[in-house]
């Protein structure tokens, strides 16, 4: 009874908590997570040492130990990176948590003390989701008339991701029906009944289709394995039906028919939404593609753990794509960083799973057994399956969440072995060795972390010299880090531009040293090149920036710098050229001053073709009194997802202008529920500025002015990322976010007109 209460209440905490977005960004909470593990691997290590009983710790997956062991070796050594060193540390944690649970299993722990955890945990879980997502619906439901898109409603619950949330859910499903069947009472299998009917509820409203699928593979899975005997002793029955009626089989050719039709359709469905644009799901068969040359390219040491965001960068123009660290498919990733190698790991540790499952279930004696290891079956089904369309497991919560119900189906009984007493204690002295070190890179890490978070908020706040000792700290503590060492630079930069010429050559020093490893970071050239320029530099300037139009290419901002430096340098036909692709490329950017203020920049103008501002037409037609096609245009032309307010703000912004005040109104309460960020947040304040300007409210005029000059103040960079927030890029290990412009440089951003109308 200890055993499983000690279980529940670490167990929740590491899955609610310890492994999520909230629980790895904020240190104290890292220090919890951390001094809880710590405490139970010490008390393990010491009953490890005192019985007598003999446990194999690891058993019956110990084969995957050293094949991993190898792959990751071979990654170390060929395509050495520093991302490798922060992810190599998850790898170990997570082989010891399986070395504890496998060996506590063993020693006599039930299935369901296990299996329990991934229940309970999820109470919280989606109690906050909920929490998250109810509000929402009220807004919406006054509001939808307007076709208000559903998809904002998303909860993320502690995971900062509505698809990890989806995953633990899919996963944790299978035990839920489990437990509710195995339970004896009606009051418990209501409960239980209850419980799945909530989570199911909250699996729906994350929207995450890989997690539906999953929850579908998993949970067809489970009914199958659980329902076994019962569907054996039937098929004789089934039999003798076919053969003695022909109506039987009629039925059955028509059953099939029908199955296999609704299969393909709802195939064509399901791969119409895939390849559509919205919400970024057609920019996975790029993902999928890249991966696969990188595994042609290196098929047999692969690009090294957790690179594949450094290859997306160098492939795709970042910014103002959005990054991602992984090929949103395990296998492709698995085999773009690891290569082959990998692969057959991949194909091992597979085949070992499925054998384990398999021989638990043939050797499970009671039906509760038998449902315990269907439910292990489903739920790694559930999560393997999301698996081939998104990476649930770069996130520790899910991955500890996989070893608990692995651990709750496998192994059923303990496995001899012919160990001998000494060598037992040598896999003692390994495991307490193992573990010991752990705990301590661990703690290291976290101290790191905390000097990081607490140097990011420093900044943040514009306290940028106590910032920048913190990130120093950070990035001299872990050299290897290019991530710290970005965002030291960055600070360091921030103080430079304040006159401090010393500190200029600092974080001139850190981002060559941070490039030197990520070349392709796009803005950290574009801050190296204002570095470089600010202290006189030119063809020093001049070589960064290009070096960042080059790797970011799409990006409208960097090509403007490159202009204005050539400019001011005296190349007038490199900066009439950036001039025009900057424009070209976010013809929006004509609505500042900027442009009237060399005789190069106005030919620039008016040269750039307004074709590309669907505002303009929309203007037209709304004016004409076309008001449904003047809103169909702007959410046809301005953006292709449905979940971006811009078209919203820009119906309000008409209805201001015609002095339909009301009507704006509920079109800005509309573009809220989008969660509108940066400039569109910026259009939407200035909006109900101007509204209770006219209306006679002076002082909430002035509120919305300030939340306006907010949203696009200097600590947020032109691509909607506050300084700061992307702490979620660095806790699933991805590293992939370019970092900040520094405010040397012009930045116009895709509404340079916000910023100007907010300083009014």
């Not at 167990?11 to 310890?18: F, K, P, Q």
């Not at 004896?184 to 729906?204: C, E, F, I, P």
């Not at 050539?566 to 490199?574: I, L, P």
Request: aromatic fraction near 10%; include cysteine.
């Amino acid at each position: 009874m200890l055993l499983r209460a000690a279980l529940l209440l670490v167990g929740t905490l590491a899955l609610v908590i310890g492994g999520t977005f909230t629980g790895i960004t904020v240190p104290r909470l890292q220090r919890i997570s951390l001094t809880t593990l710590s405490v139970v691997v010490l008390a393990w290590l010491v009953v490890l040492w005192r019985s007598r009983v003999r446990t194999r710790p690891g058993a019956p997956f110990g084969v995957l130990y050293p094949a991993w062991g190898a792959v990751f070796a071979l990654s170390l050594v060929t395509a050495f990176s520093g991302r490798s060193l922060i992810a190599l540390w998850y790898m170990a944690l997570y082989a010891g948590v399986w070395l504890l649970l496998s060996d506590l299993r063993q020693r006599g722990a039930p299935g369901t003390a296990f299996s329990d955890v991934l229940i309970v945990a999820a109470i919280p879980l989606m109690f906050w989701a909920l929490m998250q997502a109810l509000p929402w619906f009220p807004r919406w439901w006054a509001l939808r008339d307007l076709d208000v898109p559903f998809f904002p409603a998303r909860p993320v619950g502690t995971f900062g991701n509505p698809n990890l949330l989806g995953a633990f859910l899919a996963l944790a499903l299978p035990y839920g029906a489990a437990r509710g069947i195995s339970l004896r009472d009606w009051v418990g299998r209501g409960l239980m009944a209850l419980w799945s009917a909530l989570a199911l509820g909250t699996l729906y409203l994350t929207y995450s289709r890989g997690a539906w699928l999953g929850a579908g593979g998993g949970v067809a899975v489970f009914t199958a394995l659980a329902a076994g005997p019962a569907v054996a002793r039937g098929r004789d029955i089934a039999l003798r039906a076919w053969r003695r009626s022909r109506r039987v089989r009629a039925v059955a050719v028509a059953g099939c028919l029908l199955a296999v039709g609704a299969l393909v359709v709802g195939a064509s469905l399901a791969w119409r939404a895939f390849d559509s644009p919205q919400r970024e799901t057609g920019a996975r068969l790029r993902y999928y593609g890249l991966a696969l040359d990188l595994l042609a390219e290196h098929p047999l040491t692969g690009t090294g753990l957790f690179t594949f965001g450094r290859e997306l960068a160098a492939a795709e123009s970042i910014p103002p794509e959005q990054p991602h660290a992984h090929a949103h498919n395990l296998v492709l990733n698995v085999g773009a960083e690891f290569g082959v190698p990998g692969l057959l790991a991949l194909a091992l540790t597979v085949f070992v799973l499925t054998r384990a499952l398999w021989r638990s279930y043939a050797a499970a004696e009671t039906r509760d057994e038998r449902l315990q290891v269907a439910a292990g079956a489903g739920s790694l089904v559930a999560i393997s399956t999301h698996s081939l369309v998104d990476m649930p497991l770069m996130a520790p919560s899910l991955v500890l969440a996989a070893l608990f119900a692995l651990a709750g189906s496998v192994p059923l009984t303990p496995e001899p072995h012919s160990f001998s007493q000494r060598n037992n204690w040598l896999l003692r002295v390994v495991i307490t060795t193992s573990w010991l070190a752990i705990l301590i890179i661990g703690w290291k890490s976290t101290l790191d972390a905390e000097r990081y978070t607490r140097g990011l908020a420093a900044v943040a706040n514009g306290h940028f010299s106590k910032g920048l000792d913190d990130l120093r700290a950070a990035a001299d503590a872990q050299p290897w880090n290019m991530h710290y060492r970005a965002e030291y630079a960055y600070a360091a930069g921030l103080v430079a531009g304040q006159g401090d010429h010393a500190t200029a050559d600092e974080a001139i020093t850190a981002y060559r040293q941070a490039l030197q490893d990520e070349p392709h970071q796009a803005l950290w050239w574009a801050n190296l090149a204002a570095l470089e320029w600010d202290r006189g530099e030119q063809t020093a300037a001049l070589t960064a920036i290009r070096r960042a139009v080059g790797a970011a290419p799409k990006s409208a901002d960097l090509w403007l710098n490159l202009g204005d430096y050539s400019e001011a340098a005296g190349d007038w036909m490199t900066a009439r050229q950036a001039y025009e692709r900057a424009l070209q490329l976010a013809p929006r950017m004509t609505r500042t001053d900027f442009w009237h203020k060399t005789p190069l920049r106005r030919v620039a103008v008016a040269r750039a073709s307004d074709a590309a501002v669907p505002e303009k037409a929309a203007r037209q037609l709304w004016l004409a009194g076309d008001e449904e096609a003047a809103i169909a245009w702007l959410r046809r032309t301005i953006t292709r997802d449905p979940t971006q307010s811009r078209p919203f703000i820009e119906v309000a912004r008409l209805a201001v202008e015609t002095r339909q005040f009301d009507r704006a109104e509920r079109y800005l309460d509309a573009a809220d529920l989008l969660n509108p960020i940066g400039a569109d947040a910026a259009w939407a304040a200035l909006l109900r500025a101007k509204i209770a300007e006219v209306c006679g409210e002076t002082e909430q005029a002035d509120i919305w002015r300030t939340r306006a000059w907010e949203a696009v103040a200097p600590g947020v960079t032109g691509y909607g990322v506050p300084y700061g927030q992307d702490t979620a890029q660095f806790q699933f290990l991805s590293l992939t976010m370019p970092g900040k412009l520094l405010p040397q440089l012009t930045v116009l951003g895709p509404e340079p007109a916000a910023l100007d109308a907010a300083r009014k």
